[in-house]
């Protein structure tokens, strides 16, 4: 699709360059702007993020349609982390072409963190996009698609101070509400594209958060996923993340609350203090590692050793015996030698994670590391993933097993897509349990007692094995 679309490059106006246009005035006033589609790709960041939009356009009178032949816009919110989530979209953009060229008044939108990479490219060289809105342009979405009717427009400025915190997030339904805490990150970790398209981290103000915690509770929304790409470094002035945990805890309705994803060097005390003593706050942590060498470590600008990496897990292990870590793994960074990732499995093999997110380094341009020549092919990086991918196949399932015989505390989320006589939902660990339906309502917690187990799931007693869960991605950078 790119390629077809590559050509002349068009002209563009940036936010505030240009007024309104009088033919994208004709377009709402004679209501043709109606209903927008809106798919989402990426972390979680993502999914709360689009929820904000929709709160965005249905504020201005717009509908949101899950059919993309019944919409008149068409927004796609993107992610940048890897070059593979780039090509997704990219392909995705080809549908979408296709079906612009059969209603050419259709209006496509690229938001979210690959339209602030790519910014104006987009515009220029993918023809079909006529609207780029970087994290930071949503207050302002209803406008900029008006805008994009009549020609393309981009908005990529970054914002210092934009939290949206006084916005009201249009939330799916489900037992789970995603709340973001703050935005951006300061990290600059050298892999890392995060920084230059979300922008420097800022903190929503404690007061809006609870606010937010209490609108979501009162919807029925029973657990609460606080979000952040270093979540942990949360700071509104006054009050830090233990601050808000505690804070959220004492809010009626809410049975559960969890986080994610806090960066290792900013993980305090008080955090798990109140982590220890709020039972409401699940006993589970992300805790991304990225490398267990140090030498990787320190280029991958992590800020910390894998000694001091691994004395906030004993913290961990010692303040809470139950609590359940996952993490993030890269292998094949540039500069990592056969002993470095010896030494990630190594590590991986005593930590004895719950479970891992493992990736490939994939060179992200404007970062660090994209200017540093890469030494390990992409068939070494392969080969680093299986072997990896192997081991912590094992050691969750070993983890599960360990499960196999004791009861679990489930907030039953629905029942099975192909098995409709069972039930699913997280134990506070979030482990997948699935299990006979007993008649618990959504929204409740149920106790199971677990007959068996995958390296994915628990398995209720008298459920089937085979039940397919669901898992929602867990996973910010951080
Ligand atoms: N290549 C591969 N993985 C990456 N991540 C972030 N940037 C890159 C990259 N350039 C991973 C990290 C992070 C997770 C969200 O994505 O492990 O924690
Ligand atoms: Fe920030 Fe996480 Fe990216 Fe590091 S990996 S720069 S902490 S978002």
Redesign the pocket.
């Known amino acids: 699709m790119v390629s077809q679309a590559r050509g002349q490059a068009r002209h563009w106006h940036g936010t505030g360059a240009a007024p309104v246009a009088a033919r994208a005035r004709g377009v709402l006033s004679s209501g043709r702007m109606k209903r927008v589609f809106l798919e989402t790709y990426g972390c979680q960041m993502n999914v709360a993020d689009s929820e904000l939009m929709a709160g965005v356009l249905e504020g201005a009178g717009l509908t949101l349609t899950d059919r993309p032949e019944d919409a008149d816009a068409i927004l796609l919110n993107t992610c940048a982390i890897r070059e593979h989530a780039e090509q997704r979209v990219l392909g995705r953009l080809g549908d979408f072409a296709r079906l612009k060229a059969r209603r050419p008044g259709l209006v496509i939108g690229i938001a979210g963190c690959m339209a602030q990479h790519l910014r104006r490219r987009l515009l220029e060289e993918a023809r079909v996009v006529d609207l780029v809105v970087g994290p930071d342009g949503y207050r302002s979405l209803p406008d900029l698609l008006m805008r994009a009717a009549a020609e393309p427009v981009a908005h990529v400025r970054l914002d210092r101070d934009e939290t949206y915190g006084d916005l009201e997030p249009r939330r799916g339904r489900g037992t789970r509400a995603w709340i973001t805490v703050q935005r951006g ?5 050298t ?5 230059y398209t ?1 922008g420097r981290e800022r903190s929503l103000p404690l007061a809006d958060l609870l606010r937010q915690v209490r609108t979501a509770a009162g919807a029925g929304f029973r657990e609460i996923v606080f979000l952040g ?2 979540v942990n470094s949360y700071h509104d002035g006054a009050h830090d993340f233990a601050d808000l945990l505690r804070a959220t805890e004492d809010v009626e309705g809410v049975l559960r609350i969890r986080y994610t ?1 806090p ?1 290792p060097s900013d993980m305090s005390e008080r955090l798990i203090a109140a982590m220890a003593e709020c039972p409401k706050i699940c006993p589970h942590v992300h805790l ?1 590692l ?1 490398s267990a060498s140090n030498a990787v470590l320190e280029r991958m600008n ?1 800020t910390y050793t894998i000694e001091r990496y691994h004395a906030v897990v004993e913290r961990f292990r010692a303040a809470i015996p139950e609590i359940a870590l996952s993490t993030d793994v890269i292998v094949g960074f540039t500069g990592e030698t056969e002993a470095d990732f010896e030494a990630t499995c190594d590590y991986m093999k005593a930590v004895r994670f719950d479970s891992a997110f493992l990736f490939k380094y994939s060179a992200r341009p404007d970062t660090k590391a994209f200017r540093w020549t890469e030494t390990v092919s992409e068939d070494e990086k392969g080969r680093r993933l299986t072997r990896l991918i192997d081991l912590q196949q094992a050691i969750s399932a070993e983890r599960n097993d360990a499960w196999v015989g004791r009861e679990v505390e489930v907030l039953v989320e629905g029942s099975g897509r192909r098995q409709a006589d069972q039930l699913f939902g997280k134990s506070p660990q979030f482990k997948n349990v699935v299990f006979p339906d007993d008649g618990t309502p959504v929204g409740t917690l149920a106790r199971v007692r677990v007959a068996g187990a995958t390296s994915q799931t628990l398995i209720g007693a008298g459920a089937r094995a085979t039940a397919p869960i669901e898992t929602p991605l867990l996973q ?3």
């Open positions: 990150c300061d990290k600059f970790c892999y890392c594209v995060v920084p979300r790409q270093t994803s960066h991304p990225q992590r910010i950078s951080g």
